[in-house]
């Protein structure tokens, strides 16, 4: 059944077939498969609900004032920028709202072609190369997946694996691979029910952070080769739009709700649409190791840090007598100014923090004190004291 199965889910026919067959070499499991087979079922019937209607003429404003037509339903921003020869796209803005390039224009509109060097461009390169992270380390390391995203600074993907020992560089080979084989990446909107019914073979904690994901009544799901996740934003049309790939390093993570659920890791990346691009970032990453305040510090001899209490500073003689020259000009100017100074308590009860809102929003990013039958928590910030 399983071999039945993997052939007819692989080896689908289509402009992309010799993608899939290059495949082959992967070694999807049953729950995979069935979760493969969940995709396309559903995929067909959302088809079916949303049939387009035929397509009209519209008028598209580039960037440059220009105009060209479209056809609703028909032209995407992917085949706007081939027609005007735009190298590099890898999202739309339409009408100021993201847009994926494969997807098609629905109405007149203004159009933006954004690249990597945008930080839009950046984040839809970077939610893809999460996507072809989480499916190598499902499919190729037989990892649990539970979450797939992007950062400020990068990729990552949460995983646990029995034989963590893995070689950052042989990830980045895989990954490299996957993406040359230009898969097609297909999206859904799923609602709870939808949701819960495609995942309900996988780690409980996929589930559940899916859940927590959502903002309103659905949420998207992607199908990237033989993976099928959850993704927060646009994405490229294929795989083959990501050319280079940086696994940067692999540590544990905690995340809300996995109380008691040990081996949970996280590895961090970047993914690029090309080498020029990756030579960019080396750059950018060795001119901010030049500005890294903590390197700075040590060197001219202002603080340090300690790992006996992570993320506080220790200030040297120098860097004592900066920060307390920058106090006294803050103090001096809320004098000039006419303000008063009051001083407040930095620990107060969680009921005061439930009062606020704080508690809801923050709770799980708090620190507490327990002292029965009461609970205290360090304030977040400035608010609601001083």
Known sequence: MVSALRARWLLQPGPFGSAWRSCRELHPSAGQLERLRLFETLKVRKSEQTKAAPGRDLSVRLADGKTVKALSGVTSPLQIARNIRVKGAVVGRVNGELWELARP???????????????????????????????????????????????????????????????????????????????????????LQELRELFQDVLSLRLQLAE?????????????????????????????????????????????????????????????????????WVQEQEEARKRDHRRIGKDQELFFFNEISPGSCFFLPKGAHIYNTLTDFIKSEYRRRGFSEVVTPTLYSTSLWERSGHWEHYSENMFTVTCEPHTFALKPMNCPAH
């Open 105 to 191: 224009l629905e109405a007149d509109c203004e159009l933006q072609l954004l690249g990597f060097d945008s930080l839009e461009g950046r984040q839809v390169v970077w939610q893809t190369g999460a996507c072809v992270l989480g499916g190598v380390m499902e499919t190729h390391y037989g990892a649990q997946v539970c979450r797939e995203g992007v950062s400020d600074t990068g990729l990552y993907a949460d995983y646990r694996l029995d034989n963590s020992t893995l070689s950052l560089e042989e990830v980045e080979e895989r990954c490299r691979e996957m993406a040359d084989l230009k898969l097609p990446i297909t999206k859904l909107e799923l609602n």
């Open 212 to 280: 927590e994901q959502m903002q309103g009544p659905t949420i998207s799901i992607y199908r990237c080769g033989q993976s099928v996740g959850v993704c927060s934003g646009p994405l490229l049309p294929h795989t083959g739009f990501l050319r280079s790939f940086k696994m940067l390093q692999v540590s544990p993570v905690t995340l809300s709700g996995s109380t008691g659920l040990s081996g949970l890791l996280r590895m961090m990346g970047v993914s690029f649409p090309g080498e020029k691009e990756r030579e960019q």
